[in-house]
């Protein structure tokens, strides 16, 4: 069977263009989970104060990664528009999907001149992972993408795909020095909007140097131009005032036991990308030094360093490991050997399918779950409801008292809490703050100690399920699963 121009250009055309249009609802939508009131509580500290805006989640005056040059822009937004903090949010995420479809064009059209190459190339994004449905930021599968579109992770990995394509570029044409220094500038915008994804679009970028193999003359042209690249992106490290990006190279401990699930479950999450590896020892037959090949064996070295060494952070790095292998599946189709072409597109379109159905329920976050069908709707995952019933009483500033779960969502809404929901490199009384949310709830817990605990943190609020017994405490209103909201009266 023979793969025709119409199946390997028309139909995965418009499957992409279909994922794109329900990412774009999705946007409408803004379903909430994981880090979204961290980003919410990032633009809400910026709109109020870009010059020192303080720790974005509790109130202290320390510095945060979470300020980087994309959130410094939704912040000024914000400031200048008035809109409301998930407004900018969609804003940022419809620019983020926008640079994220634009980068993946550009970067395909690097490797593959074939007009289907970018839409096939974008399906394997999404779809091709494995049959245990997870959500990261950094990570393109659809129901990842969803639940992450307006995170800066997305907007980092846009430009990612746009730094590869603009690096092979100038690698091939031997640019001029402002190219090398605005591609430096690029890669430290990068790095301090998302750490992770900045890793991944290094461990790319070596790939693509590598593999354009420049003549003995050519040498030392390239290497002037990655320096002044290196220097120019290292300067704006170094300069940028929100946070100390070099300190992050310590925070390694506090992130560890987050990421170790991370290499948990590796096969079910990733079976399906066994066939871009099939594809990337096929590549690597043809050409030993194969961009793809070359990202792959770089993004597998970092992620097995990370479990050899306990260093489970290091797993962020499995997107350039994964990317690779899903784009070269895609172009097997289109560049493979012509006998070969119609049985690989077969099974590449099966597995599309598998992925595709594994991730099926992200249709719930746009179609009422009582309009799925049954087995669609059994896949969809409920997202979180959000703190907004607490704004009526609880003004910006406010100091919460609140346990993890609401402590992630709170200060989307202007609030603080009293310990983080997220670790904080940044805080240096962290510990002190976790032992005192605990040691405020806990049954046995003397009055006189929880009034102590509210004093030194000058807590007005406290939410927590139905059942916290202080007379220091009035009970305001309920919210959902029996949430009530207190306020502190002495």
Known sequence: MRATPHRTTVVPQVASALVVLLLLVVIVRLPWAGDLGMHAATVERLRHDLVDPGNPLVDADTPSPYYSPW????????????????????????????????????????????????????????????????????????????????????????????????????????????VWAGLGVLWAVILLCH??????????????????????????????????????????????PYYDFFALAGAGADLEAVHRSLYRDLAGRYWLVLLG??????????????????????????????????????????????????IAAALEV????????????????????????????????????????????????EPWRGYHWVTPWVRYGDVVMARTFPARQLPAYGAYTVAPGYPDFFLPDEGARQAAVRRYFEAGTPEAVRRGIVEEYRVRWVVDRGGVRDPGLRMVTWGPDGQVLYEVVR
């Not at 900018?88 to 064009?105: D, P």
């Not at 020892?281 to 043809?286: A, E, N, Q, V």
């Not at 050997?337 to 746009?366: E, H, I, M, N």
Request: hydrophobic share 60%; aromatic share 12%; net charge positive.
């Open 195 to 240: 750490q992770f994804s900045g890793v991944v679009a290094t461990l790319g970028a070596l790939a693509t140097v590598v593999a354009a193999r420049p003549g003995r003359a050519e040498w030392p042209r390239l290497a002037g131009g990655l320096a002044v690249a290196s220097a120019a992106g290292v300067v704006l490290l170094w300069a940028w």
């Open 71 to 178: 959130m410094l822009v939704l912040g000024c937004l914000a400031r200048v528009t008035g809109l409301s903090v998930f407004v900018v949010l969609r804003i940022g995420a419809m620019v983020g999907l926008g640079l994220l479809v634009s980068g993946v064009w550009r970067y395909v059209r690097t490797l593959s001149a074939h007009r289907g190459a970018p839409a096939v190339a974008a399906l394997c994004l999404v779809f091709l992972w494995g049959t245990s449905l997870f959500a990261w930021s950094g990570f393109l599968g659809l129901n990842s993408l969803a639940l992450t579109v307006s995170y800066p992770s997305v907007f980092a990995l846009g430009l990612a795909f746009h730094f590869w394509a603009w690096l092979a570029g100038a690698v091939r044409a031997m640019a001029g020095w402002g």
């Open 334 to 381: 289109l560049e493979g050997r012509r006998a070969r072409r119609g049985t690989w597109a077969a099974v590449l379109a099966g597995a599309l399918v598998v992925g595709a159905w594994t991730q099926v329920g992200t249709v719930g976050y746009v179609v009422p779950r009582g309009s799925l069908p049954e087995a669609v709707a059994a896949k969809y995952r």
């Open 277 to 326: 590896v099939v594809a990337l020892g096929l590549r690597w037959w043809r050409d030993r030094l194969d961009p793809l090949v070359l990202f792959f064996g770089l993004g597998m070295a970092v992620v097995a360093l990370g479990w050899a060494s306990g260093h489970y952070s290091w797993g962020r790095a499995l997107p350039a490991v994964v990317i690779p292998a899903q």
